[in-house]
């Protein structure tokens, strides 16, 4: 069955230091897709990036860059010169193919970002 | 609208009290999903539709919990004789064949 594991439950950096949140999953499917989603205090959440298994490469976009690892079963998300606005609970998830596509999400990283 | 809906946003409920949540799904979305959040957790997979059918009911917690999409649109998720261990977010999120889930803004239901 397909488990991640977000080992960091709380985090508290200050504005402009770089972090780096980790998530670490399982599965035994070879294909399937990874995300990231933030969550504000006000509840909704916010789709940050979506990767399939068959793309290892990272990515990029503006201040948060993705390092997906499958040597590691790890999909690890930085935030570059972190702002107050970043601060939210961060979930990693999972979904596999051959199981509807359903999320598998890990239990969340609150990062507390001080000015 | 462009997004997924749900209703009520917030419900209070009295132990014992049956509560319908609402989901309306982006339109031409074929799947959809119920999710249960706990405070401080993270969402937990109850039930999937395509279309009509319902695929998959293995997260729902108990037979108190029912859910319905009777035309392949909206869906319902309702839950029988509330009790305390019910107060959590309800999630709604619908897809494509191709595209990732979207998610609504979620139903809390506080059970008092």
């Known amino acids: 069955a397909q488990k991640v594991t977000q080992a960091q439950t709380e985090i508290s950096v200050v504005e402009k230091e770089d972090v780096t949140l980790d998530c670490v999953y399982e599965t035994r499917d070879t294909t399937y897709y990874l995300f990231w989603y933030k969550q504000p205090p006000s509840g909704e959440l916010v789709f940050l990036i979506r990767?399939?298994?068959?793309?290892?490469q990272n990515e990029i976009s503006g201040r948060y860059s993705w390092n997906f690892q499958k040597s590691t079963s790890s999909f690890n998300f930085t935030i570059t010169a972190s702002q107050v606005v970043d601060s939210a609970v961060y979930f990693c998830?999972?979904?596999?193919?051959?199981?509807?596509?359903?999320?598998?999400f890990g239990g969340g990283t609150r990062l507390m970002v001080k000015p | 609208g462009a997004g997924v809906s749900q209703s009520p946003r917030y419900k209070v409920a009295k132990r014992g009290q049956d509560v319908a949540l609402r989901c309306d799904p982006i339109s031409g979305h074929v799947s959809l999903f119920w999710y249960q959040q706990a405070l401080g957790q993270g969402p937990e997979f109850l039930t999937y539709?395509?279309?009509?059918?319902?695929?998959?009911k293995s997260g729902l917690p108990s037979d108190r919990f029912f859910a319905e999409r009777p035309e392949g649109s909206v869906s319902t998720l309702k839950i029988q004789r509330t009790q305390q261990e019910d107060s959590a977010v309800y999630l709604c999120a619908s897809s494509s064949q191709t595209s990732r889930g979207y998610f609504g803004p979620g139903t809390r239901l506080t059970v008092t």
């Open positions: 539709f395509q279309n009509e059918a319902q695929l998959d």
């Open positions: 990767r399939n298994s068959f793309d290892e």
């Open positions: 998830a999972l979904s596999e193919v051959n199981a509807g596509n359903m999320l598998t």
